[in-house]
């Protein structure tokens, strides 16, 4: 059964860069799967964010594709989402996930705050 | 990009009752990449239905899922105390994936 972890710091300064990965465990990086980031601010709904392909294809969000990088490390079986210029607006939980034929199975979120 | 809009915003319900959420469109949606899901506060959503119509795994059978093109519905047969949640639904077969905005189940 596939997990998924996130992990990063959980308090960006504004205009600084957010930074976050997630560990995948029982299954490879390498599988058919694409492998998603999606957030939610506090009290509100779910936001996509962007997905890869362990060969290095990304599918972004318009509304984010300017500041944000996703990438695969196929030696660690992780991925990563890299997003810049942050402000208050990108204070969420952000969750990792992957789509599988029966449907996405999602890592439990990690809260990041944007606040000097 | 797809939008999806769910209905009602929130739904008052007393256990035992039936629940019809309802998830529009507003272009045609592949029924294999049209999900539901469960929130509860402070937990990850809980993936109830994919492919529109399909169960996952551990999820009891008073849940089903239907509908094609732009219209789908996520019904709850008889509510249980454990089903007063936040429910969306998305789509996943055009980029950008998108979300509904949720419904709300709640104690009536």
């Known amino acids: 059964q596939v997990q998924l972890q996130e992990s990063g710091p959980g308090l960006v300064k504004p205009s600084g860069t957010l930074s976050l990965t997630c560990a995948v465990s029982?299954?490879?990086?390498?599988?058919?799967?694409?492998w998603n980031w999606v957030r939610q601010p506090p009290g509100k709904g779910l936001e996509w964010i962007g997905q890869i392909y362990h060969s290095g294809s990304t599918d972004y969000n318009p509304s984010l594709e300017s500041r944000l990088t996703i990438s695969v490390d196929k030696s660690t079986n992780q991925f990563s989402l890299q997003l810049s210029s942050v402000t208050a607006a990108d204070t969420a939980v952000y969750y990792c996930a992957t789509i599988t034929p029966l449907g996405w199975l999602w890592g439990q979120g990690t809260l990041v705050t944007v606040s000097s | 990009e797809i939008v999806l809009t769910q209905s009602p915003g929130t739904l008052s319900l007393s256990p035992g009752e039936r629940a019809t959420l309802s998830c529009r469109a507003s272009?045609?949606?592949?029924?294999?990449?049209l999900a539901w899901y469960q929130q509860k506060p402070g937990q990850a959503p809980r993936l109830l239905i994919y492919g529109a119509s399909n169960r996952a795994t551990g999820i009891p059978d008073r849940l089903s899922g239907s509908g094609s093109e732009t219209d789908f519905t996520l019904t709850i047969s008889r509510v249980e105390p454990e089903d007063f949640a936040v429910y969306y639904c998305q789509q996943y077969g055009a980029s950008p994936i998108t979300f509904g905005q949720g419904t709300r189940l709640e104690i009536k």
């Open positions: 029982g299954d490879s990086i390498t599988s058919t799967n694409w």
């Open positions: 272009h045609r949606v592949s029924s294999t990449y």
